[in-house]
């Protein structure tokens, strides 16, 4: 493995990390896997296009950039926070099995996906150059700069997702509740209150993410099944783990840049995938080994 | 007359695939989004085999279905000590890898663009044979020790686990069943089509046989053969479109969830003492 290819898989790890943690989040508080968070990274994709070629006749480059990262970061905390409403609100006040809150989300995600199909009509679109396309040359190695950028946009906002988490009420108040959402209510907390203030975070961070990989891909509505990285990551690095889910993502990245390189494109998904079993066979909690307890 | 039996014969066929999610799901209440890799496998392997190394068809078929058996043990064992959740996120990868290969080993399948040529050896009635078949044994399943043991496993694992059901091995040998049974599922569409291409068979197409679960009532085998005749056969026939078909299925699926939550038939099965019992009310209220 090279050097060059590992400073790549770490620019792809981060896109990962954006998923895998938006995903995580839900998980934590919910303890459900959040398969409507693909459907949503689609959605704001195209919410991303759609304000990138709006202000393009304004703005440009950098700023051009960040407004449509603005711009569907938002769309994707709002979308999340209807999505919430519409598909686990109730379901909550059901105390309904777990099971059905994945069923739920699985339909949430075909649904958004699916509308998506009807008015984009399966058509591809890509996003406006926002900058171009040149390379930074450190010594040896170079890194594109829109890879760099990624790279800076995903650690930051991970960064301040963190410090929300650890430092701020709020986010006191979710980790009150991922750990023990009875007791927390008993103390008084407001359960609603508290969950959509999850999923506008993990819809903003999925708002973000959309955007990243339709500006590495091209946009087309499933696009959102790149979730399936952000499943892995997890798996990887130990559902339930925020952390790992970080440590996870970019190991995942690193390793399908190097299987790309040695075993192609084509069987990069097969040897992730047995990658993926041999790790739930020798290490099933994860990298960051929390146990997640089925709850009685 | 052609076309409604083609159509029937895919809804048979789907309807195999339904009763083997019914058996994953609806009594042990594990996801399953690699079911239609089963079918994949089945219908690959067996036509490769006939039609590249003239094996005879019902040997093709026991080796198909042995096919599925084995990549059933290989993706079960792993998965059935841990959580729930991992079952689904490893068949989901499953499948994938599955689409990844046949899309790969472009000299053996022929790749994206599919294989071809494929001779037709079934018709309606096989697959209507087929289906009875494994709807009677999904039946006697159901009624047998391990059908109630799943159901235990399902609202209660730790409960099941504490009155002694070997709650790993019951979870394999279900899901295995339904492994083999998907696989025999996938045999009889290819020598239906005469044509297989990877794109066929995507998550989507498994998270549709959940979907088709649910919408029946996760308790009622009935209403999975009723929600499978109804969501396939009658679209086929009216001729939705078929992307407004996906959006309305989600919508009534959500509805359920949230509103009934038992799906249409809820706990109901449809047998013999019912209908009496019902006729029984309607002479007496009338």
């Keep these: 493995m090279t050097i060059q290819q590992l400073i790549n898989g770490i620019s792809l790890g981060s896109v990962y990390a954006l998923i895998a943690v938006g995903f995580a989040l839900i998980f934590n508080i919910l303890k459900f896997s959040n398969f409507s968070h693909g459907g949503l990274m689609s959605v704001t994709a195209y919410i991303g296009y759609i304000a990138a070629i709006v202000l393009m006749n304004y703005i440009d480059s950098l700023p051009l950039f960040m407004a449509t990262l603005v711009a569907a970061a938002l769309g994707g905390g709002l979308l999340a926070l209807v999505v919430e409403r519409v598909a686990f609100r109730r379901l909550r006040s059901n105390n309904s099995p777990v099971i059905y809150y994945f069923i739920s989300s699985i339909t949430m995600g075909i649904l958004l996906e699916n509308i998506l199909t009807i008015f984009a009509s399966s058509n591809f679109y890509s996003y406006p150059p926002f900058l171009p396309a040149a390379v930074i040359n450190f010594g040896k190695f170079t890194i594109a700069i829109p890879d760099l950028l990624m790279l800076f946009f995903s650690t930051s906002s991970l960064g301040i997702l963190l410090f929300v988490l650890h430092k701020t009420k709020i986010g006191l108040a979710i980790r009150t509740m991922s750990f023990d959402i009875n007791t927390a209510k008993l103390m008084g907390m407001d359960p609603n209150a508290v969950v959509a203030a999850t999923f506008f975070a993990s819809g903003v961070l999925g708002g973000i993410s959309g955007v990243f990989l339709g500006i590495n891909y091209t946009l087309y509505p499933q696009l959102g099944q790149m979730i399936v990285k952000g499943f892995v990551a997890s798996v990887i690095g130990g559902l339930g783990s925020i952390t790992g889910a970080l440590i996870g993502a970019v190991l995942l990245g690193v390793l399908e840049i190097f299987l790309i390189g040695s075993v192609g494109a084509g069987w990069a998904p097969v040897f992730v995938f047995i990658i993926m079993l041999v790790f739930l066979l020798l290490r099933p909690r994860g990298i960051a080994g929390v146990v997640v307890q089925e709850k009685a | ?286």
């Design chain 2, 1 to 286: 007359m052609e076309y409604i039996l083609s159509t029937l014969t895919f809804t048979g066929i789907s309807l195999i695939g339904v009763l083997g999610v019914y058996l994953v799901t609806g009594l042990t209440g594990l996801f399953s989004f690699g079911q239609a890799a089963f079918l994949a496998i089945g219908a690959y392997v067996s036509a490769v085999l006939v039609k590249n190394f003239a094996v005879s068809l019902p040997l093709a078929a026991i080796i198909a279905m042995l096919t599925g058996l084995l990549a059933g043990l290989v993706v079960g064992v792993p998965t059935v000590r841990l959580r729930r959740d991992y079952i689904s996120l490893v068949t989901f990868g499953f499948g994938e890898a599955i689409i990844a290969t046949l899309n790969n080993s472009t000299n053996i399948t022929g790749g994206a663009t599919g294989l071809s040529g494929v001779p037709q050896y079934t018709n309606f009635w096989v697959v209507l044979v087929t289906v009875i078949i494994c709807l009677a044994i999904v039946i006697g399943y159901k009624h047998s020790k391990y059908g109630r043991q799943c159901l235990a496993l399902r609202s209660d694992e730790l409960a099941a686990k504490a009155m002694g059901i070997n709650v790993e091995r019951l979870k394999l040998i279900t899901f295995l069943i339904a492994s083999v049974m998907t696989s025999f599922a996938g045999v009889l569409y290819v020598f239906y089509t005469s044509y297989v291409e990877p794109g066929a068979f995507g998550w989507v197409v498994s998270a549709e046989w959940t979907i088709i679960v649910f919408v029946g009532g996760i308790n009622s085998l009935t209403g999975a053969v009723a929600a499978s005749i109804l969501l396939t056969g009658l679209p086929e026939m009216l001729r939705f479109a078929s992307e407004w078909r996906i959006i309305i299925y989600c919508v009534i699926v959500l509805l359920i969830i949230n509103f009934r939550p038992t799906g249409i038939f809820g706990e109901n099965e449809l047998s013999l003492r019912r209908i009496k019992q019902f006729i029984r009310k309607g002479a007496k209220a009338a």
